[in-house]
């Protein structure tokens, strides 16, 4: 298994931020693991050309379930994959959250990310009131099921914990409770999916940065990361691909 280090930019970047991708690349012109930045849509053609020749994958943030049709304003995957994404973030809290996706809807997207061609990100995660009532597990499971489809394969799925707590506040879960839902994670999905589940990259997300990265990828499980924050610049997500492709 490669391991993942993949960056959201979220609503952030304009061409400028480009130069953060070009000097990630010369900084990093082969690293042990997998490196994957997702730029907001309108960037990612520009990303394509500026990481051509590199070892640096894009993705995009969302798709929609459709292949096209009236659906103002949403992308479609095979546009994401036209513009040169491999990949697509898929069920992030702030997508949930903000537009109120389901995991119905989140499973959908997958498959339309499946057929053009693309590997979803599907993310799961608990809020800290959730957390406070002892519902993690139970949260994190159920949205598992719902997101992830069918018959999905190890090369052809990345599965991403992001407890919604954790995203942009600094703060993150200890290590044994990141053990924990990953090792639950792994489980749950091998009910589903069967054998492939044992080569299903499982991300951490929230708070991943320089400082703690190391501690986090030498728990069990934990095979990358998906990195908001300190994916935007060049020097801190490359500290970050360092320490994976130590681990
Ligand atoms: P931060 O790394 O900024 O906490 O964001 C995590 C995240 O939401 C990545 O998808």
């Not at 900084?27 to 693991?33: E, F, K, M, Q, R």
């Not at 304003?73 to 491999?86: E, H, T, V």
């Not at 929230?206 to 703690?212: D, I, L």
Request: aromatic letters at 4%; proline letters at 5%.
């Amino acid at each position: 298994m490669r391991k993942l280090a993949a960056g959201n930019w979220k609503m952030n970047g304009t061409p400028a931020a480009l130069a953060e991708l070009t000097a990630l690349v010369t900084a990093h012109p082969d690293p042990a693991c997998e490196m994957l930045i997702c730029p907001p849509a309108t960037l990612i053609a520009q990303a394509a050309w500026a990481a051509r020749g590199s070892r640096l994958g894009l993705g995009g943030q969302d798709c929609h379930a459709s292949a096209s049709g009236a659906h103002t304003g949403d992308i479609s995957a095979a546009m994401l994959k036209d513009a040169g994404a491999a990949y697509v973030i898929l069920g992030h809290s702030e997508r949930r959250a903000d537009h109120g996706e389901t995991d119905a809807q989140v499973q959908a997207k997958a498959l339309a990310a499946q057929a053009a061609g693309l590997v979803p990100i599907v993310c799961v995660g608990e809020t800290e009131a959730q957390r406070d009532a002892g519902q993690t597990l139970a949260v994190i499971g159920a949205q598992l099921d719902g997101s992830v489809p069918e018959g999905a394969t190890a090369a052809g799925l990345v599965v991403a914990y992001e407890p919604v707590w954790a995203i942009g506040t600094g703060r993150t879960p200890t290590l044994p409770q990141i053990a924990e839902v990953h090792a639950f994670l792994r489980n749950r999905l091998a009910h589903r999916i069967g054998p492939e589940a044992a080569g299903v990259r499982l991300l951490y997300g929230g708070s991943v940065k320089p400082s703690n990265a190391a501690e986090i990828f030498a728990v069990p499980d934990v095979d990358g990361a998906l990195v908001g924050g300190a994916s935007l610049k060049a020097a801190d997500f490359g500290a970050i691909v360092a320490a994976l492709s130590a681990a």
